[in-house]
């Protein structure tokens, strides 16, 4: 075997060893391509091969125009039923938090205002927590009658899954791809325009009427939705393709 072949191999163990003992935690930015073909005396096609093997083993990812990530496991979400993210992550043994940006009364987006009915809802923008890492950013309209009872406090302390649960019917969600902007690199602290996963919720009460819109944004490296797809069962959604000029 030629030489370049063992040399592939002897960095991507030795990059993973140093995971595997924590070394180089989750979110850690590896040295560049060029600093790991100086240390081993490697072609930058040696290194990237090494690179490639342990993304494929999903150790590491890379971030355009940043570098190499050790990655962070994904939170898997279902879409099988209506839970949250402290559900999830607790379920995983990881510390979750949340960090209430924006809270009070407002004139919603035209589209939120179409949804609820209303043109003042209560408002409120946080930014979801996992391990002390942003995992989430996101904003959630309540319908004024439903807002009127919630306090600043309350929405730091609990879901709103826990806090409106015997008015709540169930929901529907969109999910989509979008870029970072401005706003939301900083609050997720990911680059200027690093791929998100957008998800829209419309959430109802138990007569059907619209009680929650809320809006998510997550840094798609860090999250994935997971579906159960039963055989011989009819399709629970549907996929379509968005106008991407719209």
């Known amino acids: 075997m030629p030489e370049r072949e063992f040399l592939y191999r002897r960095i991507a163990e030795e990059l993973r060893g140093q995971i595997a003992a924590g070394m180089l935690g989750p979110g850690t930015l590896l040295p560049s391509e060029s600093d790991l073909g100086g240390r081993h005396d490697a072609s930058r096609v040696t290194v990237r091969r090494a690179l490639e093997e342990l993304r494929e083993e999903d150790l590491i990812e890379s971030r355009r125009g940043v570098g190499w990530f050790v990655r962070d496991p994904a939170v898997r979400q279902s879409l099988n039923e209506l839970d949250t993210f402290e559900q999830r992550l607790q379920a995983e043994g990881r510390a979750s938090e949340r960090q209430v940006l924006r809270f009070g009364f407002v004139p919603p987006p035209a589209r939120v205002a179409d949804i609820l009915g209303e043109n003042d809802v209560l408002e409120v923008a946080r930014v979801n927590l996992a391990d002390g890492e942003p995992f989430a950013a996101v904003e959630v309209w309540v319908r004024s009658d439903v807002g009127e009872g919630l306090s600043r406090r309350d929405v730091e302390s609990q879901t709103f899954l826990d806090l409106l649960a015997p008015r709540l019917g169930g929901a529907s969600q969109t999910i989509g791809a979008t870029a970072a902007d401005d706003a939301l690199a900083g609050t997720l602290q990911v680059p200027n325009g690093s ?52």
């Open 195 to 246: 791929p998100l996963l957008r998800v829209w919720r419309i959430t109802r009460d138990t007569d059907g009427a619209p009680i929650l819109v809320s809006e998510h944004h997550y840094p798609s490296h860090l999250t994935e939705f997971h579906v159960e797809l039963p055989a011989n069962s009819a399709p629970a959604g549907s996929l379509r393709l968005v106008d991407g000029a719209g």
